[in-house]
T-cell receptor, first 109, second 114 residues
Framework: RKEVEQDPGPFNVPEGATVAFNCTYS??????FFWYRQDCRKEPKLLMS???SGNEDGRFTAQLNRASQYISLLIRDSKLSDSATYLC??????????FGKGTMLLVSP | GAVVSQHPSWVICKSGTSVKIECRSL??????MFWYRQFPKQSLMLMAT?????????EQGVEKDKFLINHASLTLSTLTVTSAHPEDSSFYIC??????????FGPGTRLLVL
């Protein structure tokens, strides 16, 4: 089983739609969780950290389910500019990040 | 937010040459920097962890003699791809970590070896 798994997509949604991505991780000792956004041919940019209690930043909501070992990202009211690849990343304490392959999102007019 | 730069942004070279990539943290000091490689439609794969003033820690399968890492200061790490071959063509990205756990990425370097 891969350490961090994501559905590669692509997810094709119309503008204004709500879309959710999941990411599962295999290391139960994982402590820190992040969502990154990567545009084509660019570096990843931190979208948000994921906290145990769940957290929200505008249209974006991240949740963590430790029991089932997955994190999720919900995007409401999708914009064309949300089209990108979304990477989840996991680390065990103050150590290296392990990335998933990413989920591609395509928002169409 | 923290800013990390990389130079060059792209490079084309002949097979057998060596290529040096620089990674700089512009507005913070980073005792630890990370080097990743990303092939098309693949995830970022960690190559090595660069520690200021000490030897880098390489991930399994990454040849330390081929990918030389130097982290001579708290703001600069360099990756040298020695005797590059076409299969080394990839997107190389560095990241740096300030005091928090969050990593900030450089803009990446596209390497094409002919």
């Amino acid at each position: 089983r891969k350490e961090v798994e994501q559905d590669p997509g692509p997810f094709n949604v119309p503008e204004g739609a709500t879309v959710a991505f999941n990411c599962t991780y295999s290391n139960s000792a994982s402590q820190s969780f992040f969502w990154y956004r990567q545009d084509c041919r660019k570096e990843p940019k931190l979208l948000m950290s994921v906290y145990s209690s769940g957290n929200e930043d505008g249209r974006f909501t991240a949740q963590l389910n430790r029991a089932s070992q997955y994190i999720s990202l919900l995007i409401r009211d999708s914009k064309l500019s949300d089209s990108a690849t979304y990477l989840c990343a996991v680390s065990s304490g103050y150590s290296t990040l392990t990335f998933g392959k990413g989920t591609m999102l395509l928002v169409s007019p | 937010g923290a800013v990390v730069s990389q130079h060059p942004s792209w490079v084309i070279c002949k097979s057998g040459t060596s290529v040096k990539i620089e990674c700089r943290s512009l507005d913070f000091q980073a005792t630890t920097m990370f080097w990743y490689r990303q092939f098309p439609k693949q995830s970022l794969m960690l190559m090595a962890t660069s520690n200021e003033g000490s030897k880098a820690t390489y991930e399994q399968g990454v040849e330390k003699d081929k990918f030389l890492i130097n982290h001579a200061s708290l703001t600069l790490s360099t990756l040298t791809v020695t005797s590059a071959h076409p299969e080394d063509s990839s997107f190389y990205i560095c990241s740096a970590r300030p005091s928090s756990e969050t990593q900030y990425f450089g803009p990446g370097t596209r390497l094409l070896v002919l």
